[in-house]
């Protein structure tokens, strides 16, 4: 079995680290180790998966871990991967978003046990005054060293935009995070994306100058899409840990599409499959990349991480009901998200039930360019009405065809899927 710094590094999980020795000490259980997570939303997302899992691989390698909500930090906003300020959240919000996250952090840890923490840092940001944190914190840090961070410099560097003093001041707040932890839990870890790797040693730096003692940081890579953007909320196509935002099936149909370059790297990051499950999915890839074996085992472990095996058995019943016959027996709301996609059109129910044709719907859906395009695409076996095949292009709709009682599902070939709506 491997040790944990050897899991860490056989995931690429090791981005930086304030010392060289840390993987030595990761091996020796007895270490507290926190991450901070931002409550601008009222879920978190897939970006903060790998975080969570990281905390999760060091709790099962005997150390103690502790995840911080940032309802203070959260009022400031982390400058880091931003070009403009952040939009300000009152605290009603964001002490509502807390409500939201709070269970999505402790779901991904063993909570049997007091060794297990859930923290907000408003609980001692709001107690300390401003002439109090800049004797005790600001004193300890000069100005060029704070532009100096990678998080500001960039800022800087736009001068159009530059940077408030408040968002300045955020790293100086992480620090002092760090420093809490310390004094009151004895934390001596830091983890984050590689895009903290700036405010986690300035809180390195502060616990140091303050008391001498010798804690550290460590930073994992990024999870970025393909475009080279960062999974995360304020990006498009977010997908969000919290059901009601994004359903299982559209997470699950998410990973599926994981493109051939990327999935391995997943595999590490967010799975706790096997090294040798991951190497013969790695294999498998490299040789059969049409079956999508990996893409499956990444979907499926992703899914029952995060909702539950039950759901992940319900993802690969729709999806496969989505390309084959039985789609008429999935519950309207699986019937929704494995269309959640599609487009939709309106059609008066008379209407429907009146004498429309399968041409008619393929034209008005806009799946067939004309009544011409759609006779040469039923001819052609292109043609699908809730996912059967189509062969009469004098096809008529009636109520047997509308799914509980107000849906249609046409498709054109084997993707183009378009859900007609009785209004």
């Known amino acids: 079995m491997p040790t944990l710094s050897e899991d860490l590094a056989f995931r690429g999980l090791i981005h930086q680290m304030t010392d060289s020795e840390l993987p030595k000490r990761l091996d020796q259980p007895g270490l507290t180790v926190y991450a901070g997570f931002d409550p601008s939303a009222d879920s978190l997302h897939v970006g903060n998966l790998l975080q969570l899992c990281t905390l999760r691989r060091f709790q099962e390698a005997g150390h103690r ?3 911080l909500a940032g309802g203070g930090t959260g009022m400031i906003g982390d400058p880091g ?15 509502g978003h807390l409500e939201s996250i709070r269970p999505q952090l402790g779901q991904f840890l063993d909570l049997e046990n007091d060794r297990t923490l859930l923290l907000n840092n408003v609980d001692w940001l709001s107690r300390i005054s401003v002439l109090e944190f800049l004797r005790d914190v600001g004193k300890h840090f000069t100005v060029n060293q704070m532009v100096a961070k990678e998080s500001v410099k960039t800022r800087f560097e736009r001068p159009d935009q530059g940077i408030s003093y408040t968002e300045f001041s955020y790293m100086l707040l992480q620090a002092y995070d760090f420093l809490r932890l310390h004094f009151d839990h004895g934390c001596n870890l830091q983890i984050g994306g590689s895009d903290q790797w700036g405010n986690i040693t300035v809180g390195v730096d502060l616990i140091r100058k303050v008391c001498g003692d010798e804690v550290w940081g460590l930073t994992t890579p990024l999870i970025l899409k393909p475009d080279g953007t960062k999974y995360g909320k304020t990006e498009t196509g977010t997908v969000w840990l919290d059901p009601a935002r994004t359903s299982p099936f559209t997470m699950y149909q998410f990973f599926v599409n994981t493109p051939d370059e ?4 997943l595999l590490r990051y967010l799975t ?3 090294h040798d499950e991951i190497e013969a999915l790695d294999a498998e890839m490299a040789e059969h990349p049409q079956r999508r074996a990996a893409q499956k085992a990444l979907a499926r472990s992703v899914v029952a991480l995060v909702h539950g095996e039950a759901e992940v058995t319900k993802c690969e019943e729709a999806s496969e009901a989505l390309f084959g016959e039985e789609i008429a027996g999935l519950s309207e709301e699986m019937l929704l998200a494995v269309t959640e996609d599609a487009p939709t059109t309106a059609i008066p129910r008379d209407e429907i039930l009146g004498g429309l044709t399968l041409v008619d719907v393929l034209e008005r859906t806009g799946l067939a360019k004309s009544k011409g395009e759609a006779k040469r695409t039923i001819d052609q076996g292109g043609a699908y009405l809730n996912n059967v095949r189509q062969t009469d292009a004098g096809r008529t709709l009636g109520p047997a065809d509308l799914l509980h009682n107000r849906y249609v599902v046409v498709r054109k070939g084997r993707r183009e899927v378009h859900v007609v709506r009785a209004a």
């Open 81 to 95: 991967g931003k070009e403009d300020e952040r939009q300000l959240l009152d605290l009603e919000t964001i002490e």
């Open 262 to 265: 990327q999935v391995c790297e």
């Open 65 to 67: 871990p502790i995840s």
């Open 272 to 274: 706790f499959l096997s």
